[in-house]
Nanobody, 121 residues
Framework: QVQLVESGGGLVQAGGSLRLSCAAS????????MAWFRQVPGKEREFVAA????????RYAESVKGRFTISKDNAQNTMYLQMNSLKPEDTAVYYC??????????????WGHGTQVTVSL
């Protein structure tokens, strides 16, 4: 059973930074690709960033490119999302996902429960 647990969300002012963490079960983390998605009420889950666990190749949504950085720590079985220069439109529940490198949310079989990020003016 794959378990993903997000942390690090919160309230921040526009222009500020947050770092999200996703702790993954060890066996999966060494072999699975992972990603971050986000969702606001009434809208479909949106791709943010993905990382290939072996090569550390990354991909980003255009809306976050240059501001967000996805990374992983194999020793800690943890994936991160460093979010800088946050904007109010980044406000959403952020989800950790595993099992694909796709930008399409339904291609991921494993999900965390999400962590709320709120960016105020």
């Amino acid at each position: 059973q794959v378990q993903l647990v997000e942390s690090g969300g919160g309230l921040v002012q526009a222009g500020g930074s947050l770092r999200l963490s996703c702790a993954a079960s060890g066996q999966f983390f060494s072999s699975g690709n992972m990603a971050w998605f986000r969702q606001v009420p009434g809208k479909e889950r949106e791709f943010v960033a993905a990382i290939r666990v072996w090569s550390a190749t990354t991909r980003y949504a255009e809306s976050v490119k240059g501001r967000f950085t996805i990374s992983k720590d194999n020793a800690q079985n943890t994936m991160y999302l460093q979010m800088n220069s946050l904007k109010p439109e980044d406000t959403a529940v952020y989800y950790c996902a595993a099992g694909s490198y796709s930008i399409v949310w339904h291609e991921y079989p494993y999900w965390g429960h999400g962590t709320q990020v709120t960016v105020s003016l």
